[in-house]
């Protein structure tokens, strides 16, 4: 027997969530002279149909919710959200803690008592898969190591509290998530996002470690690829994606999948683009904190992707993981001038 969701515990959790609650970081912000062949991929239609969920117009979360089954947790990869449009990474983990992929899902955020609901927000899901030959140790190795993620955009009118739920598709039921807690818009000092100058940093290279790139490269094996330019050298010369991420020591469970995505894109890339892997922690050692790159950027999680125009500037940012296709066409833009 399913277990069916109370609209009126559900308004007490909701209630309960003016409690400021941080985002879980999960799995965890798209030219010219291109062949046909090397054109970037296409972004991936949603997996659901508007007609799959109901809209949200003039109602409450637990209106939403209705007396649908309980569902699988929705783990979002992201940790930082603003005002305006936002590209949400999420997962759903059944009772097993089995990561659900290739569903209908949809997403829906209102105020934390419930009211002003806002959706279906309709997510695509993107897989993480590379080609062998650029599978880490890690990743291959890790059961629980993400294989997949779902993204949807959606949109905030002004900073504060809101409560967020997910329908999903599965079996051929709508099942709904409990809603979790997210907060828009931060006090502190954020990370470089779209349309704002990267900081200036250097980042090591196997000189700087008299060879030993075990010291700047948790990954298994090494991908000397992402570790041949220094940040600060290319910075400004031509376009470069910058990638905070530790395979070894992730908290998140997507810092080697991350790592592998960068691997193959830039194997595709060639020297057009600079593709730079930058560990997390001093020394690899998470008791020393984080390296000084990750405190000039402003980051206190991880894995983190900058995609950088060829002035300095920051063109995409991405959060947790994310697909071969979306970190293409993000570098599309940059080679394209746009």
Not at 123 to 143: I, M
Not at 259 to 277: L, P, R, T, Y
């Amino acid at each position: 027997m399913p277990r069916v969701a109370s609209s009126s515990r559900l308004l007490a959790v909701l209630l309960a969530l003016v409690a400021p609650v941080a985002l879980a970081a999960g799995c965890g912000s798209s030219s010219n002279g291109q062949s046909k062949s090397d054109a970037a991929p296409a972004e991936p239609q949603p997996t659901a149909s508007a007609e799959d969920f109901a809209p949200a117009t003039g109602k409450t979360l637990p209106d939403v919710i209705g007396s649908l089954p309980s569902g699988p947790a929705l783990v979002p990869s992201v940790s930082l959200l603003e005002k305006g449009k936002n590209r949400i990474g999420f997962a759903l983990f059944d009772n097993a803690g089995k990561q659900l992929a290739g569903a209908a899902v949809a997403l829906y955020a209102g105020k934390v008592d419930g009211s002003a609901a806002r959706g279906p927000f309709l997510a695509r899901s993107e897989s993480l898969k590379v080609a062998p030959q650029f599978e880490s140790k890690q990743t291959a190795t890790d059961p629980d190591s993400a294989r997949g993620v779902y993204v949807a955009d959606v949109s905030f009118k002004r900073d504060g509290r809101y409560a967020m739920i997910a329908l999903a598709k599965l079996d051929g039921r709508v099942v709904a998530t409990s809603p979790i807690a997210v907060k828009v818009g931060s006090q502190g000092k954020t990370p470089p996002g779209p349309g704002q100058k990267a900081p200036v940093v250097h980042t090591d290279t196997p000189t700087d470690v008299a060879g030993d790139v075990a010291k700047i490269d948790t990954r298994i094996p090494p991908a000397p690829s992402l570790l041949k330019d220094d940040f600060a050298d290319v910075l400004g010369k031509k376009p470069i994606v910058l990638t905070f991420a530790t395979p070894q020591l992730c908290q998140s469970r997507v810092c080697g999948p991350v790592v592998d995505v960068v691997a193959e894109v830039q194997a595709k890339m060639g020297d057009k683009v600079s593709f730079i892997h930058n560990e997390v922690y001093a020394d690899n050692q998470v008791n020393k904190g984080l390296r000084p790159q990750l405190v000039a950027f402003h980051l206190q999680t991880e894995p983190w992707t900058f995609v950088i125009d060829r002035h300095g500037v920051v063109s995409t940012r991405f959060e947790g993981a994310f697909s071969p296709g979306e970190l293409e066409r993000a570098v599309a833009k940059v080679e394209a001038g746009t």
